[in-house]
């Protein structure tokens, strides 16, 4: 069994968490503060490799009190570097990546004090996420899991079905292009038969006075 899975994200308008020059200052504090509250009402928080390289987030529960969950980095090439600031300091650090790499690559994370998940591939390459988010949960007892991006983190999530909640603050920005809160991995690029998913609005509310944000639950055809 999985945890219970939703996405976080602020996006503009067009869909867009960053423009092309990697600009995606898209929050407001109020949005901040509620990021920083559902860290705290969640076990665990997961990023893809691609944000770790982009921010170097701390993932850590900072705003408002509560504790911070564990950070959770989906990294199948080991493309993120074991002195990153998410794999720093107290509570549990957990790295997804492939079952390709051995003791000798995955060394320099272990003596970081991170634990390691290894799942195989698929024939494109990517980590079957459904059984890393199973040992998540059986072996950390991470029940809800908040998933912070990126793009193309979010888009394997829902396409395979793992994704239980969305919850989206759309800023009164419009960037035009760049990466969308479902980005399409380049290893995927065959045409999709139809929608991946449908969302059910079960909640909104104003924040910051112009900014807006969604609560949706997800179903699958």
Not at 77 to 97: A, C, E, F, K
């Amino acid at each position: 069994m999985k945890p219970y899975t939703f996405i976080f994200s602020t996006m503009s308008v067009d869909g867009r968490i960053a423009g092309e020059t990697g600009f995606s200052r898209l929050s407001c504090h109020e949005d901040f503060v509620l990021q920083h509250r559902l860290r705290a009402q969640s076990d665990a928080v997961m990023v893809g490799a691609g944000t770790v390289l982009a921010d170097n987030p701390r993932l850590t529960v900072r705003l408002t009190p509560g504790k911070s969950p564990a950070r959770v980095v989906v990294d199948g090439r080991l493309r993120s570097r074991p002195d990153s600031r998410v794999y720093q300091g107290p509570g549990l650090r957990v790295l997804i990546t492939s079952t390709r790499w051995g003791p000798e690559d995955l060394k320099p994370y272990r003596e970081a004090g991170v634990e390691v998940i290894q799942a195989p591939e698929d024939s494109r390459g990517l980590v079957d996420l459904r059984l890393a988010l199973e040992d998540l949960r059986e072996s950390y007892n991470v029940r809800r899991l908040m998933v912070e991006g990126g793009g193309r983190l979010n888009y394997e999530l829902l396409a395979r079905r793992l994704v239980d909640e969305v919850r989206v603050t759309i800023s009164p920005l419009a960037l035009g292009s760049g990466t969308s809160i479902f980005q399409k991995p380049e290893a995927r690029m065959e045409p999709s038969p139809g929608p991946l998913a449908r969302f059910i609005l079960v909640d909104y509310k104003p924040v910051c006075g112009n900014w807006l944000h969604l609560v949706y639950k997800i179903l699958y055809d």
